[in-house]
């Protein structure tokens, strides 16, 4: 990594207020620009946030808007209404007041006598995903975004429902998160030693559980609508860098955009990366000058200079090599790969069917356990997030394998599989994993889908299974680019059970699969595509110069990952630190303290049994001068027929109670 603390252009920061244009609230930006921008006005640039610039996004706020700004541009971070040092309460997630905030700040922007008129504005996770939604109401000065780690459909690929089914990991602990970092305080040294704890009360006066919400609306409906810019994507009209990586979950987002969107407004870039910006140098690597890129991307459309990014292939992704099982890479083997267009010409479908013509039907019944092999449906660069070696898993499973491959086999895009099956049961879930399964044995997952049997006519429905009657289902797996080498074998793994990342049916069921009318689908890219073209490089990461944070360790840590099995009870217990950062203390003399835990359990042969609690406390103190503190729990459990949910959080100031509120839900398991 190389650091810059000089640049063409002086900077300069500043804190100020953004009027909205619902009532008398303001949101709280910093700004970092050119010194000269008022007689030399610049671009802007919004990264538009809940996760306060002040403490959680300092560090990595530091590394971008201060380079961006050096580079000409006026880089804004503003935090959203209700959060960090803004003013008003909190809402929902990606709810229409947060973006008729941001088309506010993007106007406001483009007003200013420092900036030329032209916005862009970008982000990740949800600051990719508000960049998005923001582009397709189309204020006028907004010409381009930069989307990392998004999602352009809110039911489907999102932390709440993936094929129809519950998010049994995501939708209970970004809930309990949520819960959390709503309730925290605006700081005193931005918004006054005399309004923080009035605004921190009204703030956690107004709180209701996301969890709540996100239960009530088990199909694809109005609520999931909104926000999901694949519903018309030609409501786009600035220009779009999708950016994913092949370890986060929101990747297929990238190959849906450069699919649909045309092509002189969108570009795509995949690496193997994680949830997490592309030059942080977290793992999975390599690492590339991802701010450069991004520079290219602003010079072309914001200040109208041919950089030629929009000579490059319409998707650049990175091409996996084979590779033992683990929980953790380094750098992942492999190389990039350009296609002109998606769905690419470099890819051809190849079909294999799971069985012979003579096969015997096959019974699926797994463990409800099956699943804690998974890895972290968020990886963000930790130790333990990507999954084991499959083994366990597979023996929970059926499996298909083919023969020993006899040469490599490149595959690029999102495989299929197709199974002609019968449920015992009204109710229930199939789940395929594709697995890369060396001569030893060890098996290396590659890509995973999953299917609640409701929604296999529609995510906007429910229509329950005819026991005894067989149907042709076919599902996506999430998109990879992956490389098998001769001598190994693919392996389909079938299940109907994926615990904790799918919320099991209320009863115990079974699937009955028809082999010889099932197959994987596979898109197998041609190596040799490509090889007369330019090879595609990056620059090495640069970032401005780091925020001099302090990071503190526990002396004693627990697992990030901790799987025990109480063998009387039949009980498999999860524990997960999600690691997001920790204790550290900030230049100002903030010191910020964070600790989370999320416990799954669940018994062998009870779907019931399933249990999910997210526990976190956060603590913020200044020398004497102040002190808050925030303790929330989430839970949530269900019978047959409903979800059950409990939430409390309790807020402190100055070791006094400054809030305790529970809150006690049911809702009916209507798909779920």
């Known amino acids: 990594m190389k650091y810059r603390d000089r640049f063409d252009r002086q900077v300069m920061r500043e804190d100020v207020w953004i009027p909205t244009r619902a009532g008398r609230t303001r949101l709280h930006a910093r700004i970092w620009r050119p010194t000269d921008a008022e007689h030399t006005p610049v671009p802007a640039l919004l990264e538009y946030l809940p996760y306060r610039k002040t403490d959680w996004t300092a560090p990595r706020d530091a590394q971008r808007h201060p380079w961006y700004a050096g580079h000409g541009y006026a880089s804004v971070r503003v935090d959203i209404r209700g959060h960090g040092d803004s003013e008003g309460t909190p809402g929902d997630e990606y709810d229409a007041q947060e973006l008729a905030d941001g088309v ?51 039911y489907d690929n999102d932390v709440h429902y993936t094929g129809g089914a519950v998010l049994g990991i995501d939708m209970l602990a970004w809930a309990g998160t949520m819960l959390a970092f709503t309730a ?26 996301f969890l709540h919400t996100w239960l009530a609306h088990q199909q694809r409906d109005a609520y999931w609508r909104h926000g999901s810019v694949c519903e018309d994507y030609t409501a786009i009209d600035a220009a779009v860098l999708a950016v994913g990586g092949w370890h986060d979950p929101y990747r297929d987002t990238v190959l849906r955009l450069v699919e649909h969107l045309p092509d002189e ?76 267009n998606w769905p690419p010409p470099s890819v051809t479908w190849d079909e294999r069917p799971l069985g012979e013509a003579t096969s015997a039907p096959v019974l699926v019944r797994s463990p409800q356990h099956t ?98 009657t067989y149907e042709t289902v076919e599902f996506e797996l999430n998109g990879i680019g992956y490389a098998f080498p001769p001598g190994h074998r693919i392996r389909v793994a079938v299940s109907d059970a994926y615990w904790p990342w799918v919320w099991p049916h209320g009863e115990r069921g079974e699937l009955t699969v028809r082999p010889a009318e099932s197959a994987l689908l596979l898109p197998v890219r041609d190596p040799a595509y490509g090889a007369d073209l330019a090879p595609i490089r990056f620059e090495e990461p640069e970032q401005a110069a780091p925020l001099p944070v302090g990071y503190e360790r526990p002396a004693e840590p627990m697992p990030e990952r901790l799987v025990t099995h109480d063998v009387a009870k039949g009980e498999w217990t999860l524990e997960v630190d999600p690691n997001y950062g920790g204790s550290r203390t900030y230049p100002d003399g903030l010191r910020y303290e964070e600790s989370a835990r999320e416990t799954y359990r669940i018994r062998t042969d009870d779907p019931l049994s399933a249990r999910a609690v997210s526990e976190w406390g956060i603590r913020l103190r200044r020398g004497d001068d102040w002190d808050a503190e925030i303790m929330a729990r989430t839970e949530l459990r269900a019978t047959a027929t409903e979800f059950i949910m409990d939430s409390r959080i309790e807020a402190r100031a100055d070791g006094e109670t400054v809030v305790k509120r529970a809150w006690h839900r049911t809702t009916p398991r209507t798909s779920a």
């Open 104 to 154: 506010d700040v993007v106007n406001w922007l483009a007003e200013q006598p420092w900036c030329t008129g032209k916005v862009g504005m970008f982000g990740i996770s949800w600051g990719g995903f508000n960049s998005l939604q923001t582009a397709a109401l189309a204020p006028e000065p907004l010409k381009a975004i930069v989307t990392v780690c998004s999602t352009d459909d809110r």
């Open 184 to 209: 925290r305080p605006p700081d005193p040294t931005s918004v006054g030693e005399d309004r923080w704890l009035p605004m921190w009360r009204e703030r956690l006066d107004a709180l209701e559980p």
């Open 265 to 340: 407004r969108v570009r795509g870039l995949i690496g193997p990366w994680s949830h997490q910006y592309p030059d942080r140098g977290l793992p999975p690597g390599p690492a590339i000058g991802f701010l450069q890129e991004t520079l290219r991307w602003w010079d072309q459309h914001l200040k109208g200079e041919d950089t030629g990014i929009m000579r490059e292939p319409k998707l650049r992704a990175w091409l996996n090599d084979p590779v033992p099982p683990a929980t953790s890479y380094d750098v992942m083997p492999g190389r990039w790969v350009g296609e002109p």
């Open 371 to 468: 699943g804690l092999d998974a890895g972290r449906f968020f990886p963000f660069g930790n130790a333990s997030d990507l999954p084991p070696d499959q083994r366990e898993e597979d023996g929970r499973s059926v499996c298909f394998d083919s023969a020993p491959l006899p040469e490599r086999v490149e595959i690029l895009g999102r495989p299929r599989v197709r199974l002609r099956l019968d449920s015992a049961t009204p109710r229930a879930h199939v789940i395929a994993r594709v697995c890369d399964v060396a001569p030893d044995g060890s098996s290396t997952l590659v890509t995973r889908g999953v299917l609640n049997l409701l929604s296999r006519h529609g995510r906007d429905r429910a229509v329950e299974w005819t026991p005894g």
